[in-house]
């Protein structure tokens, strides 16, 4: 089967990207220099294409209710215009995906999962949706997701004409407002994954290029550039933030993965969910594992499945790693044995067989202003 293309495909190309596949979608990985584009992401502002995200629209007198039993996390207690980063699991405590959840209205949600498991998602939500008077309705294909994130990311989406200019540039952490942009209706979020400001915005597939252009013009002299993948995880990485597949899956517990106050959060706040139980046991037993910074003493860079060391021992795995564009030295994310922080020996990644020497940091390694 071939990738699935997003609506900006014919962007990218004339743009000069690299595409790649990711999670069965054909998506840009690089334009130009995909150092070049982190480093526009921390000075100014990066535009990324990310409609190959799922949308999952919950909606009826019982959504709230619904996504309670469904989800990790309260999303009863979301204000309309709130958003929430949490967990689905299933009923071993398994993490089938992490997602963020809209309330756009009373009885209005809009779930957002990972592209590759839009389709776990949404049949564990249809599937938990028996008895509920509510509707769970795939919308992927009816929405495109443009994100402009950077300090510069407000000036830029302003300057390229917001309907509702006070509405947008007061909107906080994790809320989202409806507007227009560049004179088409769009879901205006400030949301993102890269450790910056910025705005993610959900139009019509056939808005897309309109918005991409009028966000690219109000950025030139600003130095804003088209961001591919490659720098939005070396972003994301640099501000600690967990890919799933690297540091989230069905293998890694909540806890292990350093989500442990959010379930714990749920086990004070709902009755019942879906896993609950099993959450609770995870709960009650010190995790295996956990999930640390390293930073990489030598500039070998470190890469996910290299094991690390504590002398011969091997006392845990890399997860994601990079060479940090920002920082100028490597950085990875862990899962460690609890054991290895107390450990005499100092800790060495396994690097395709050579040793380099590496120090657990606190996450996240960059945190803007």
Request: glycine share 10%.
């Amino acid at each position: 089967m071939s990738a699935r293309t997003t609506p900006l495909e014919a962007a990218h190309r004339d743009a000069g990207a690299v595409f790649t596949d990711f999670g069965g979608w054909q998506m840009p990985l690089k334009y130009a220099n995909d150092v070049a584009e982190h480093h526009a992401v921390r000075r100014s502002a990066g535009l990324f294409d990310l409609s190959h995200m799922g949308e999952v629209a919950v909606e009826g007198p019982d959504a709230a209710r619904f996504l309670d039993a469904a989800l990790v996390s309260r999303m009863s207690a979301l204000a309309p215009g709130r958003a929430k980063y949490s967990i689905i699991v299933d009923e071993a405590g398994r993490v089938l995906d992490d997602l963020i959840t809209y309330r756009l209205a009373e009885d209005r949600f809009l779930v957002v999962p990972n592209a590759a498991n839009t389709p776990v998602v949404l049949e564990a939500l249809s599937a938990r949706a028996e008895g509920f008077d509510v509707r769970v309705e795939d919308r992927t294909e009816q929405t495109a997701l443009v994100a402009v994130q950077g300090p510069a990311a407000l000036d830029v989406l302003l300057a390229a004409g917001c309907a509702d200019p006070e509405a947008v540039r007061e909107l906080r952490y994790y809320a989202c407002v409806p507007t227009e942009v560049a004179g088409v209706p769009a879901l205006v979020a400030r949301t993102g994954y890269t450790g910056e400001d910025g705005f993610e915005l959900y139009v019509a597939p056939e808005h897309a290029r309109t918005v991409w252009d009028a966000l690219l013009a109000a950025g030139e002299e600003r130095g804003v550039v088209p961001a591919g993948l490659a720098a939005r995880d070396s972003l994301r990485l640099e501000a600690g933030m967990p890919l799933y597949g690297h540091e989230l899956g069905t293998g890694i517990t909540p806890f292990e993965a350093g989500l442990g106050r959010l379930v714990e959060a749920a086990l004070r706040t709902k009755e019942d969910f879906v896993g609950r139980a099993a959450l609770e046991a995870q709960a009650a037993t010190p995790p295996e594992r956990v999930l640390v910074g390293l930073r990489g003493l030598s500039r070998r860079p470190l890469r996910a499945g290299n094991s690390v060391l504590a002398g011969e021992e091997v006392v845990g795995e890399v997860t994601s790693g990079v060479p940090s564009p920002t920082l100028g030295h490597p950085v990875a994310m862990a899962l460690l044995r609890p054991g290895a922080l107390d450990a005499d020996a100092p800790l060495e990644a396994d690097v395709r067989g050579r040793r380099a020497p590496v120090e657990v940091v606190e996450l996240p390694f960059y945190r803007r202003a």
